[in-house]
């Protein structure tokens, strides 16, 4: 799969800093998956929703910064998310990644209520060849960012999954971070 070349040089950025980014360091065994459908053929991303949450935005793409940190929609337009496009587009077999803000601009984010998304609250994502990947909420996590969990979030999995994320728990005004990231696992449903 795409996603296991990269996963040993994976890093990524603070969420909703212009400040440093913060290495991935742990690697824990990735969960495992309810899912083992086919999954979709590829497509890029349009836009999520997130029903339960209010979360309404279009997908630009994110790629890596030449530090190997994964780049982050613009701080200066917290209400921006985007799709990590070195990995599957939603609804192919394997984790999509989809990372927003929890603030920026002295505004509330995109991902600002993320972390009270519940198992079964449903996701879609429209994508550019019409269809919508709808996914089904798994687990919602909260860890620090020193302690990533790279594969369960990157690594390979059997069926198309997502993973929503964001920064979350208390803000280091000297890092200009957050300390934690709260991820969201998600399996398609349809």
């Given amino acids: ?70 780049q982050v929609p613009p701080v200066e337009t917290p209400m921006q998310a985007g799709w990590y496009d070195k990995g599957p587009t939603p609804g192919e077999v394997g984790p999509a990644v989809i990372l927003g803000h929890v ?28 269809t919508t990947a709808k996914f089904a909420v798994r687990r919602v996590d909260r860890v620090p960012k020193d302690a990533f969990p790279t594969q369960a979030v990157y690594g390979d999995t059997t069926g198309p999954e997502l993973r929503l994320i964001t920064c979350g728990g208390v803000f280091d005004h000297a890092a200009h971070s957050y300390v934690d990231n709260i991820i969201v696992y998600a399996t398609l449903v349809a």
């Fill in 1 to 70: 799969m795409k996603t296991a070349v990269l996963l040993g040089a994976l890093l990524l950025a603070g969420c909703a800093s212009a400040g440093p980014s913060t290495t991935i360091s742990a690697t824990p065994p990735p969960t495992a998956t309810t899912s083992t459908a086919a999954g979709m053929p590829a497509s890029e991303p349009v836009s999520v929703e997130v029903p339960r949450i209010g979360v309404s935005s279009t997908l630009i793409p994110l790629g890596l910064n030449a530090d190997r940190t994964i």
């Fill in 103 to 130: 603030d920026g601009d002295k505004a509330a984010g995109v991902f600002f209520r993320l972390h009270e998304l519940v198992a079964g609250d449903q996701i879609q994502v429209v994508r550019k060849d019409g």
